[in-house]
Nanobody, 116 residues
Framework: QVQLVESGGGMVQAGGSLRLSCAAS????????MGWYRQAPGKQRELVAT???????RYDDSVKGRFTISRVNARNTVYLQMNNLKAEDTAVYYC??????????WGQGTQVTVSS
């Protein structure tokens, strides 16, 4: 079983920046894809960004050019640098890792609040 510990959420004014971190531990075989999702009140959880072992990244259109996902494989850690934050970025952000073969793990979530 994989455990995920997220950190870095908080409250910031519009235009500000935050950096989220997610460290994986436990029964790790291969963190094939690591990513971030978010869920705003009254809305479904949505993909923000993902990164695979080879460094290939994918972003939702709403965050392209403002958010950057990265990972340090030696530390089993994924980061999300969020710049130029907007009020609509307010949500609970969840870390996600996919080890393949159906082994998907979610973090507990971290709140990001952007005031306008």
């Amino acid at each position: 079983q994989v455990q995920l510990v997220e950190s870095g959420g908080g409250m910031v004014q519009a235009g500000g920046s935050l950096r989220l971190s997610c460290a994986a531990s436990g029964s790790i075989t291969s963190l094939r894809v690591m990513g971030w999702y978010r869920q705003a009140p009254g809305k479904q959880r949505e993909l923000v960004a993902t990164i695979n072992l080879g460094g290939f990244t994918r972003y939702d259109d709403s965050v392209k050019g403002r958010f950057t996902i990265s990972r340090v494989n030696a530390r089993n850690t994924v980061y999300l640098q969020m710049n130029n934050l907007k009020a609509e970025d307010t949500a609970v952000y969840y870390c996600n890792v996919d080890q393949g073969m159906g082994y998907v793990t979610w973090g507990q979530g971290t709140q990001v609040t952007v005031s306008s």
